[in-house]
Structure formats: C-alpha cells, structure tokens
Nanobody
Framework: VQLQASGGGAVQAGGSLRLSCAAS????????MGWFRQAPGKEREFVSA????????FYADSVKGRFTISRDNTKNTVSLQMNSLKPEDTAVYYC???????????????????WGQGTLVTVSS
C-alpha cells in the first residue's frame, strides 16, 4: 500500500491541525494504521493507532485527550485531529500501515511495513 500524508503546517500553541493520510494500492480495510512523529534530534515515536475496522484506537500518553484518530475505509483515508497543540508537538508526522487485523505491536515502528513521506507540524509558543 502507498501512503500520502498531508495537512501539516505552522500553528500557534493552542491551535488545531488535521492530518490526513491517503492510501492506495491494496485493500485498505485489511490494514492497521498508525501515526508516528519525529522531532529534530529525537527518535521516531508513536503517536496514535487505529485498528483495521476503526473499533480500537490507541494514543501516546502525551497526546491523549488532545488528538483523535479516525479512518474512513470507504475513502481509504486515516486522519489525525490535533487540538490544543503545544510546542513540543513540533515534528514531522508519518502515517504507517501494517496489513494485519491484529493490534499487536501497534506502538513500535517495527510493527508497520509501509510508511508515508511525512508532513511537518510546527507549533510556536
């Protein structure tokens, strides 16, 4: 599956952004989807994930209550609504996919086989 992330940009602290990831090439509903981010000088970290059917969602503690992941299997898209953004949310955000109906390993990058190109989110104070 090919992934194309979009929606990044610059926003002030407290603002909102909505990231989208469009998938093509395979049966999207067979894929678990995730969002990761990588800040300058830091390792890539887990942000959020959603099961193949959308019934299960997972969040890093740092974004819980502020970010919401969702998917539309009819449009082959997964979205990340980010509210109450903080400067520490500044990073390149990547969407990722794993052809699996299991939610195992959803928190680790190695649990995904396909990655989008990343979209930059910059939050200023």
């Amino acid at each position: 599956v090919q992934l194309q992330a979009s929606g990044g940009g610059a926003v002030q602290a407290g603002g909102s952004l909505r990231l989208s990831c469009a998938a093509s090439g395979r049966t999207f509903s067979n894929y678990r989807m995730g969002w990761f981010r990588q800040a300058p000088g830091k390792e890539r970290e887990f942000v959020s994930a959603i099961s193949w059917g959308g019934g299960m969602t997972f969040y890093a503690d740092s974004v819980k209550g502020r970010f919401t992941i969702s998917r539309d299997n009819t449009k082959n898209t997964v979205s990340l609504q980010m509210n109450s953004l903080k400067p520490e949310d500044t990073a390149v955000y990547y969407c990722a996919a794993k052809q699996s109906r299991s939610s195992a390993d959803y928190r680790v990058a190695s649990g995904y086989d396909n990655w989008g190109q990343g979209t930059l989110v910059t939050v200023s104070s």
